[in-house]
Each structure stands twice: as structure tokens, then as C-alpha cells.
């Protein structure tokens, strides 16, 4: 049964993407298949591991019903506009509706040059499209609203990097594209016409609820997706690396796993992304750089959210005021949960504060420190003076089991996870993966797959890394 693709974003006007087919590698081969992700949307696993779709999936040939197209936006990056930008190494096939009645994006990354592409070559090595497999499917499995990896295919030729790399091509699935960089490009050309269709298809595809509120209805749908999203991130001690406005969703997904990276030893200001020399992206700064974000959004929707300049200017700002609240209340709640605070208390805040306070002086793994409270809460202090090795831990303990009640332990297992995408052991897949051995890869993603369940035999993808192992720097895929 073929793939029944019905795309809506090709039905827009021109000048919101290009047209044009990826460009054929030189000997597709299929290195890993999402058969569940493909069965959620609709799709037999059958039907994408026949020779045919695989060659469609690294840009030999097209499955049928695709309308490939590299879609234009614009952005911030690092702070810094860069004008137009668009899919420079990616393009969207089309879009299924998938089993629950929503709308997906399928689009291949690292199919070739696009008018985007700004001199560069359209293709990824294999490195970053398992990086992103493994990263993404983590992050969907701990919970965290994210796009995904349908496939992933090596392209039998190379990728010319600071070395000569084998070259890869990822199969991304997403509840859309559309970035607060797509809103940024028809803003910074005042087109207003292609601001309102871009406000409707939006919301008629993410947010139809509150389609008669038109862009000011976007505008709060986003601030409240992304403070969410950021709430969750913070949960984890994960860090994007590369937060432009570009890499930010409407639909509040996470985007793009170039430099990001899960934290070991927590410390508030840590930066992994190679390009950020500044740490702007840094853990702790991703809150604030998630409100500037959402400004550059509000900018761009001002000639859409009054009648006059100042009118807008006026809703712009009543929606942006929302954000602090929003993300102070989306974290005040991913924090309870991870202590098992189940019912508020006055000096809850400090009782979390004092915590990560400990955490921070001794710079002690931050998943553990947390996944270890489960039996700390049985009254097994030993796992997590190990870990955390902070003189005031009991007086603190102490203080923290007198709030939990009897199911703590539960709760405190199922907010926690065990298994996060640990740097050295991404690297080590990618390591393998350079060599034509997927074993490595193939197991990473397994454990992954329940991060909250402790598996027998699998204690080192628990652990952190060693001094030897540690990977310090993380690279965009580009």
C-alpha cells in the first residue's frame, strides 16, 4: 500500500520554498529503520525497506505522492541577524497524516545542495545523522517534545569535512517545519500577505482552537509551547547548543542535535557547543534566550496584531509579559516531580534550591544525582553520597523524606531516568558507525529506549564518563 502523502505546505505560494529534487548518492544503504515510528504514522515498515524506497530515502529517485521542496526562512544567529537562511541541506518530501489524526512532516537532511545552500555542499557526514537518530529518539523517549528519526541511510560516498568522512542522509519526521525563522523571513520583507497565510496555516495545523485569534492567538501558542519545552530541558540538564531563531519551532518541538549535549557534572553556566564561544546558549542562559527568541516572533507578527503599529506593538508585549510566569511555573513543576513534592509547601523552593546548590559545589552527575533520590527515599543513602559526596547531604535528606509520602519511590523512578544519550557513548557509536559497525549504535538506541527502566547487564550506559572518555566539545553536523 503506498505512503498516502497530502501536502499542505506545497499548496502555498512560491515564494515560501523552492522546488527541486535531492540529489542522488552514489550507493544507498539502509543503516537503521524506525519501524515504530513508521507504523505511527500510517506507514507498513514493509513498504520503506524495499530497495526502491531506500534509494528514495538518500535522494535516488521519489516515493510516490512526494512534492520535495526546500523550505525559505530567515533567523538570528548567535544574536546576529543573517537574513536569509532556508533549508540548505534538507528537503520536505511531504506530509501523512498520522494514527492519531495529525499532520507530519517528512523531510530528508543531507540530500544536497538547495538555493539555500549558501556555497555549501547539501550533504551531512554519517557522524550527525546518528547523533541525531540516537539524540532525538532519546529525548522522545524521556518525554520531551521533539522531532524524530524515521530512517537513517548511508550514501556510499564521502563528505569532505576537516576529513574525508563516509556520508549519511537522516529521515526527519516533525508536526511541521516551521521555525520562528520562517515568520522572520516574510517580517524582515514586509510582506504582509504572506504573514497572514503562513499565521493561518500555522495555527490551522498546530493550534486550530485558536484560529479565530489569529496572530496574536500563534503568538501565545508559542510562548506557551516553548516555555514548556525549555521547563523539560532544564528537567534534564540538556543543553541545545545552538538556539537561534531559526532552530526554534512553532509547533514546540525540539530541533536540530548538532552541538547539543546531556550535562554530567552539573555546573549552571556549562557550555558544549564548539561555536559558542561566548556562552550565550549556555544551561542556565536558555530561559532568557528563549524569551529573546520569541520577541524576534512578535516583532515579525506586529503588522498582523493591530491596526495600527503601536496597536500591535501593544499585543506584542501583552504576550511576550506572559512568558516569565509561564516558564516559572512549567520548571517549578518539572522540579517537584523530580523531588516527589507532590503537595506545595513553604520552603519547597529552598528545599530544591539547597539541592542543586550541593550539586553545583561538588559538580556531581546531574542524572544520577536525581535518579539516586529513589533510594535515598527507601533509605538507601549510600548510592547518592557516592554520587553527590556533599557533607550537609543528611541534614538536607533529613528534611526532604519528611515531605515525600509512601509512593515516592515510584514517582521519584518514573521522573527520573537512569539512561540519558551520554556524550562518550554517542561518540562511540559515531566512532563505530565510521568503521561499518552499527553494533554499537544498534544497542545505544535500545537502552535509550527505556530510559527510565534499569537493565540487567547494561550498568556502563548509567555511568559517566571517565576523564579519559569526557567529550568537552560538540560540533554542528555542518
Known amino acids: 500500500m503506498p505512503i498516502a502523502f497530502d501536502n ?198 498546530h493550534y486550530p482552537d485558536r484560529a479565530e485569534q489569529g496572530a496574536r492567538g500563534i503568538l501565545d501558542a508559542v510562548v506557551e509551547a516553548q516555555a514548556a519545552l525549555v521547563a523539560k530541558w532544564m528537567g534534564l540538564g540538556f543543553i541545545h547548543g545552538v538556539m537561534n531563531t531559526d532552530n526554534m519551532t512553532i509547533s514546540g518541538e525540539t530541533i536540530d ?57 501593544e499585543q506584542a508585549k501583552a504576550a511576550l509579559d506572559r512568558y516569565p510566569d509561564l516558564f516559572s511555573a512549567a520548571r517549578r513543576a518539572e522540579m517537584r516531580a523530580k523531588f516527589a513534592l507532590i503537595d506545595e509547601a513553604d520552603g519547597d ?29 527507601e533509605g538507601d543513602g549510600a548510592p547518592l553520597t557516592e554520587v553527590l559526596q556533599h557533607r550537609d547531604l543528611e541534614p538536607w535528606l533529613a528534611s526532604w523524606r519528611a515531605r515525600l509520602g509512601a509512593d515516592a519511590p515510584d514517582r521519584l523512578r518514573a521522573a527520573n531516568p537512569l539512561y540519558i544519550p551520554r556524550n562518550h557513548l554517542v561518540e562511540e557509536a559515531i566512532a563505530a558507525a565510521y568503521q561499518d559497525d552499527f553494533g554499537p549504535f544498534e544497542t545505544l538506541v535500545a537502552v535509550l529506549d527505556r530510559p527510565f527502566d534499569a537493565q540487567s547487564g547494561q550498568s556502563r550506559f548509567a555511568a559517566p564518563a571517565t576523564p579519559e572518555e569526557a567529550v568537552t566539545r560538540t560540533f554542528c553536523g555542518t
Open 349 to 377: 523552593d529552598d528545599l530544591i534550591g539547597g539541592y542543586l546548590t550541593m550539586m553545583a559545589e561538588t559538580q556531581a552527575d546531574y542524572t544520577l544525582s536525581f535518579r539516586h533520590l529513589a533510594e535515598a527515599a
Open 8 to 205: 499542505s505546505y506545497a499548496r502555498l505560494p512560491d515564494r515560501f520554498f523552492a522546488r527541486l529534487d535531492p540529489t542522488p548518492v552514489a550507493e544507498p544503504k539502509l543503516v537503521k529503520l524506525n519501524r515504530d515510528l513508521a507504523r505511527d504514522l500510517g506507514i507498513d515498515p514493509a513498504e520503506l525497506e524495499t530497495e526502491a524506497a531506500v534509494a528514495a530515502l538518500a535522494g535516488n529517485g521519489a516515493l510516490p505522492g512526494t512534492e520535495p521542496l526546500a523550505m525559505a526562512y530567515a533567523g538570528h544567529q548567535f544574536g546576529g541577524w543573517s537574513g536569509q537562511l532556508g533549508d540548505g541541506r534538507a528537503l520536505l518530501l511531504g506530509e501523512v497524516v498520522d494514527g492519531n489524526g495529525q499532520r507530519r512532516d517528512i523531510q530528508l537532511k543531507g540530500s544536497g545542495p538547495t538555493p539555500f545552500s549558501r556555497s555549501g555542499d547539501g550533504r551531512a557526514p554519517l557522524g550527525p545523522v546518528i547523533r541525531e537518530y540516537v539524540v532525538s529518539e532519546a529525548m522522545h523517549r524521556l518525554g520531551v517534545p521533539t522531532t524524530r528519526a524515521l530512517a537513517a541511510v548511508a550514501t556510499g560516498e564521502p563528505v569532505y569535512r576537516e576529513a574525508m568522512l563516509p556520508g549519511g542522509v537522516l529521515t526527519r519526521v516533525a508536526a511541521s517545519h516551521i521555525r520562528v525563522g520562517t515568520f522572520q523571513f516574510f517580517g524582515a520583507q514586509r510582506d504582509r500577505e504572506a504573514l497572514r497565510l503562513l499565521t493561518e496555516h500555522a495555527l490551522a495545523r
Open 257 to 313: 542535535f548538532g552541538p547539543c549535549a546531556f550535562m554530567e557534572g552539573y555546573e549552571a553556566d556549562k557550555v558544549f557547543s564548539s561555536i559558542d564561544q561566548f556562552g550565550r546558549y549556555a544551561y542556565n542562559n536558555q530561559p532568557q534566550i528563549a524569551q529573546w527568541n520569541l520577541a524576534q516572533l512578535a516583532v515579525s507578527l506586529i503588522p498582523l496584531l493591530g491596526e495600527t503599529e503601536e496597536a500591535g506593538v
